[in-house]
């Protein structure tokens, strides 16, 4: 069992040395996001993402659905770098793009996509349906005070409509967010902040997805997504278990809880050189313990055993787990460090675990993490009638893809109070 790495999710502000204090903390490695890495996809790709055969590679400067950049984010993004030097150099840390530029000359006969690993047509449906979504919407911009904290920053950080944006096959074009506001001037940047949040945050999920990483969001709309995507579906897996009792234990995967605190403002005053020097061996026992705990849980979701027997087993793990855990609690005693993990008592379906109290810190689901996004567009799509090939759709996407969905939120640490 290996600790798992991490990509730090940016915003239009980069991760901060203190997201990535946090992330060393967790995590075997961190990669960090290229700050020229913005759009949804290379613009070469858009024919193929609609469907049309992969023959004429066509240079584009048209953004596909870029996100927007605050001003000086590329010089924090270096202070960043210069303050991580240490972790750098040992490589703890990295910085990685999805996709490298396409060659600007026209192809024929093949498509150049810059080695980007994701299916064009599926995450053009995936964003177009999540950002058509008032829930998804709303998970990532409202109620964000950054973005309302100074008088022209969603104006300075909103970019314009993208090529994935407008009527595409006789589909409309995506609406405006929904929600009330007090001006409606901003209504359509808002909207389209909304739509880069949302495309990032898919766009980046997958991305992991495809290299083994546990996606790690740096803003608290970044968390707001990745639970909405988690608890649509849910909601649609607690549907298609009427029609599969398969799902009804998969999704028993949701009822262990497992949060770590500490106090922030103490880390905030730690160097990189001091962090690193809390990644000990006891460190690295607990942490892969962790991914052990995480995945044999997972595994005994699956098998269908009685209700008390699957307690009893997992509460031997997290047992065992706890031992090594308390070590690191003494090694990090002046964070304040606490780790609690349980696993939840009674029935409840994905959906109300994911919304009961001391839901877990780094979030996962009885699907296969990339089910869970596709669970997700079936949910918001409703075009199903026939549960049972969907269940089975699912059933395939899972073994497929092996990996629980897992998503590392902002929030893992908390402060003390």
Request: aromatic share 8%; proline share 6%.
């Amino acid at each position: 069992m290996i600790v798992r790495s991490t990509l730090l999710m940016p915003s239009e502000q980069p991760a901060t040395l203190l997201d990535l204090k946090v992330a060393l903390l967790t995590y075997d490695t961190v990669a960090l996001v290229d700050p020229n890495d913005r759009d949804l996809f290379p613009g070469t790709g858009m024919a193929m993402a609609m469907g049309m055969p992969p023959v004429v590679s066509l240079p584009s400067t048209t953004p596909i659905r870029r996100i927007g950049k605050a001003p000086g984010y590329d010089d924090e993004f270096d202070a960043v770098l210069e303050g991580a030097k240490a972790a750098i150099s040992q490589g703890s840390v990295s910085v990685v793009s999805t996709y490298r530029p396409p060659a600007p000359d026209l192809m024929i006969g093949s498509v150049d996509l810059g080695g980007f690993p994701l299916n064009l047509p599926l995450l053009l449906t995936l964003y177009r349906t999540a950002a058509a979504d008032p829930q998804f919407q709303a998970a990532a911009v409202e109620g964000d005070p950054w973005l309302f904290a100074a008088p022209d920053r969603v104006w300075q950080v909103a970019e314009g409509r993208g090529d994935a944006d407008v009527s595409i096959n006789n589909t409309p074009p995506l609406p405006d967010v929904t929600f009330h506001l007090a001006n409606e001037a901003l209504r359509k940047p808002l909207s389209n902040i909304a739509r880069a949040r949302i495309a990032h945050t898919i766009k980046l999920t997958g991305f992991c997805m495809t290299k083994g990483l546990v996606p790690h969001g740096s803003h608290q709309w970044h968390d707001s997504i990745l639970r909405t995507i988690l608890r649509k579906s849910a909601e649609f897996v607690d549907q298609i278990s009427e029609a599969d009792p398969y799902w009804n234990y998969r999704n028993r995967a949701l009822r262990l809880i497992h949060e770590e605190y500490l106090d922030v403002g103490r880390l905030d005053q730690m160097s990189i050189e001091d962090v690193l020097r809390l990644r000990t061996a006891a460190w690295g026992a607990q942490a892969k313990a962790r991914e052990a705990l995480f995945d044999s849980v997972g595994q005994l979701s699956r098998e269908t055993i009685e209700e008390a027997d699957f307690n009893k087993a997992v509460s031997e793990k997290i047992r065992d787990y706890r031992q090594k855990a308390a070590e690191v609690e003494d090694e990090r005693a002046s964070l304040l460090f606490k780790v609690t993990c349980e696993v939840s008592k009674g029935a409840l379906g994905a959906a109300a675990a994911l919304t009961a109290s001391g839901a877990i810190a780094t979030l996962g689901t009885g699907l296969g993490a990339t089910a869970a996004l596709v669970g997700a567009t079936c949910f918001a799509l409703q075009k199903y009638q026939d549960l049972k090939p969907i269940a089975e759709q699912l059933r395939q996407a899972e073994h497929e893809f092996g990996s629980d969905a897992r998503f590392g939120i902002h929030n893992f640490y908390e402060r003390l109070t």
